[in-house]
């Protein structure tokens, strides 16, 4: 047995602050805002890993009256409902691999993206079925409900006066399908989140199967109850304050933007108002420019905040691992040589 110290276990409430550290040092310290932002973006994007819904095909299950007349817009919505579902599962099947890039770059603390992205090829199709698995099930199961809200809901809208104001049925029947919608896809991303949490890592560091990586997953819960309850509320509490934040940031930096953009498109309107025809080009194209800039860093500022938030998900789930699993909390935290082992100091000469 090894003489080296492990990492402590660490409580879910515990786990919080290192996580913050650990985001820090990641994006911040230092902050480029190149390689920051890239480390960002693959963070980001990695959430297009967490559920496959399909319901695009849905379409096929709308009953369509058998006449001529709708053929044409029957076949529309098949193609549609095809493409829009293969492309819905090419970014499933990038996202699930960036998820492993994301756990090795937070566990790591590596800024290249390249080396990492190769290194988990072989072990994504795997990690992929086993959530492509789950988001099957799940909208399976909530398959008839939807179905059956939708028809509520189109039945109301079908008896539905022009200029009328909305009944109350139609109402609640609005807020049924809304909630019977969402709930699928809330209770999805939840399931495969924590699967992202205690089921990855031991396929990233150890090649392991899906059977032991759940079967570790399933002792780990039985372990500590009390624990994984902990660690998923907080998770909850910490994904709805995290688009508080990004709410508050986003208003923040559009006010700020806004201020010199406001300003700029003012000058230019006082200055090229009054160049005839020459000077409304102009100033369209002041007012194209300006416009693209803002939505240009507004789009910069809003992939920084949601990839900061998904890293630091990453690094809370791992200093919560790292202590129940000690070859994650040995990378995570690398425990110091004894001082025999210690290579000896250079004699004076």
Not at 107 to 127: D, F, M, N, Q
């Amino acid at each position: 047995p090894s003489s080296h110290p492990i990492m402590r276990v660490l409580s879910a409430s515990e786990s919080i602050s290192p996580a913050i550290r650990r985001t820090k040092e990641i994006l911040f310290q230092p902050f480029h805002k190149g390689s920051s932002w890239k480390l960002a973006a693959v963070a980001y994007l990695s959430a297009m890993g967490l559920a496959f819904m399909p319901y695009p095909l849905f379409v096929f299950a709308i009953p369509k009256p058998p006449n001529t007349e709708t053929v044409h817009m029957n076949l529309i919505l098949a193609a549609f409902g095809l493409v829009s579902s293969a492309v819905m599962f090419v970014f499933f099947y990038l996202g699930s691999r960036l998820q492993f890039v994301l756990f090795a770059f937070t566990l790591e603390k590596s800024t290249t993206i390249a080396p990492l992205w190769r290194r988990y090829a072989s072990r994504t199709w795997p990690w992929l079925g086993l959530k492509l698995i789950l988001s099957l099930v799940v909208t399976a199961i909530f398959a008839l409900p939807v179905f059956h809200s939708a028809h509520i809901l189109m039945s109301q809208t079908s008896v539905q006066q022009p200029g009328q104001p909305p009944s109350p049925e139609m109402f609640a029947a609005l807020l049924s399908f809304y909630v019977v919608l969402l709930a699928p896809v809330c209770l999805l991303l939840l399931c495969s989140s924590l699967l992202s949490d205690f089921v990855l890592p031991p396929i990233a560091l150890e090649d392991a199967s899906l059977t032991d990586a759940l079967g570790r997953f399933f002792r780990l819960i039985k372990a500590e109850p009390g624990q994984l309850l902990l660690f998923t509320l907080f998770k909850v509490l910490l994904a709805i304050a995290g688009m508080m934040i990004m709410q508050v940031v986003v208003i923040l930096a559009e006010l700020v933007l806004l201020i010199p953009t406001g300003l700029l498109a003012l000058l230019g309107w006082f200055l090229f108002r009054s160049l005839g025809p020459s000077g409304h080009i102009l100033l369209f194209a002041v007012a194209l420019t300006l416009g693209l800039v803002f939505l240009a860093v507004m789009f910069y500022i809003m992939v920084l905040i949601m990839g900061c938030i998904h890293t630091f998900y990453q690094a809370y789930a791992l200093y919560f691992l790292g202590g129940r699993y000690p070859q994650l909390g040995d990378l995570l935290e690398p425990p110091a040589l004894p001082s025999a082992e210690l290579p000896p100091l250079p004699h004076p000469s």
